[in-house]
């Protein structure tokens, strides 16, 4: 009675260790290499395997083994009738020397003869062969009891419940890595068409090649020295190289004009926005904010912009952003009727009109943007690509910057930029 109880307790025990050995997901072979030696150990036998099923390959791949020799299959085999069989089973020992009948075990039949294997237990989870566990004889030599086989089927559920659970994190993780890619792709394919309308915009435009593409760079630079998000950051580049799309529908002789245009072709030009802002709303953009831009992009402040003479927190924040964008653009790259300003008048400009067009917080993370790249704190040279060389190096931009940084943002004696 006392050598049953001890017995109980030591199975018990090793069912308990599985059990934690199982709850541990971090290494997967070592968990199945330990339940094998639990399972053998506890039942004292001498030698046992534990495999995995592969539904595409129909076998058996062994996982763990020992006492087994080298001469023992990494894979067996299996034919449609031994799955359906094996499934029907269920999760219960089956005594490989009355199987015989089944093709599996006439294949393997001088294998598990000469590795002295006794029973055979598929393991079923939810309907599902997940694995199979090989056993060999007992140390003592006696049959395996009624009792025995109740512990290796509680074990086994174990097992194969940490091999479901791996199944079931591989193809997780497999369809995640696809809609990574499905995702990937997607947003590839929306950048690529984003840039493709902007270059048709531009197209459209001759006297200002590139318009549409240099306010999104803009945009983008605007965005990062704001502090926003990657995501943010990206959205802030569409919106800058969709602004203009409602030009796509004004007159190529109206936009292309040489000269000042009227106020009938000033009136038809002025419909952009809100055409924009049509053209955009029906595409689900992967950000927000993309057709309000398009339809704010020349509200200013102050209430004196269009088309709806919006003031300062009417205006959607992104729509700020593309208007300085835009805006910096305009007066930096020659027009037909009007040639560039100087980088200097341009910025002071900016500094002037912020508060009344421009929101001071956005002129001021893209004076520190363009600051950046002028004393070199920025290795990419945006600006130099985008106006010029000789154009961003022209005397006294940075001090320029510096001051104007310090006359706009409140701030302690302690954080001014130095001048020197
Ligand atoms: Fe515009
Ligand atoms: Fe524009």
Known sequence: MAENRNKLV?????????????????NFQETIRTSLHLILGSLGIMRGGVARYSRFGHEFNMLAVRGLGDEFPLSLGLCYEDERQFLVNGLHPIDIARAKVL?????YDRTFESTKLELMMPLVIRDETVGAVFLGEKATGDPYTSYDREIICAMGRHIGGAIAQRNMLAELERQASE?????????????????????????????????SVRVGKYSEIIGAELGWGEEEIEGAAVAGYLHDVGKLTVERKIINAPYRINAKESAELNKHPAVGYEILLPIHHPYTDV????????????????????????IPYIAKVVNLADSFDAMTTDRPYKRRRPAGEVFDDLRRNSGKQFAPEIVAAFFRGILKELDGESKDKRFRKLLGREYMESEGLA??????????????PLTMISLD
């Open 399 to 412: 001090p320029m910057l510096k001051n104007s940084l310090n006359a706009m943002t409140p701030t302690s």
């Open 179 to 211: 809609n990574r890619k499905l995702y990937e792709n997607l947003r590839t394919t929306y950048k690529d068409t984003v840039k493709a309308f902007a270059a048709a915009i531009d197209c459209k435009d001759k006297y200002t090649e590139g318009h």
């Open 291 to 314: 057709p309000l831009a398009a339809k704010y992009h020349h509200e200013r402040l102050d209430g004196h912009g269009y088309p709806d003479g919006l003031y300062d927190r009417e």
């Open 103 to 107: 093709p599996f075990f006439q294949v």
């Open 10 to 26: 030591h199975t018990f025990g090793a069912l308990a260790d599985l059990g934690q050995e199982v709850a541990n997901k971090n």
